[in-house]
């Protein structure tokens, strides 16, 4: 039996995106009540466009995944990763 390892990295891969996505969230959290507290609008606006974005993220990542996939062409995961970062720009 051949053991692939890349196959055996995968779960700690997706494990290390979903710490690092939770991470964010936690950061941007901390600075939306900074600045509520400190009454600033500079950064409150800067809070409400990290947020903005990624709301559109998720949405366009969902979205995506309601796409039915014919197989006609494979998927690789170099796709998958361009068709993210593709979405963190929007």
Known sequence: MQVNPLTLSAPNIIKKAE????????????V????????????LKKACQD?????????LKRRRATIPKSGFIPESMATKMYEEMLDAEY
């Open 32 to 43: 939306l009540v900074k600045a509520q507290q400190e009454r600033e609008d500079t950064q």
């Open 19 to 30: 710490n690092a996505w939770q991470q964010s969230q936690d950061n941007f959290a901390a």
């Open 51 to 59: 947020l903005e974005a990624l709301f559109i993220q998720q949405m």
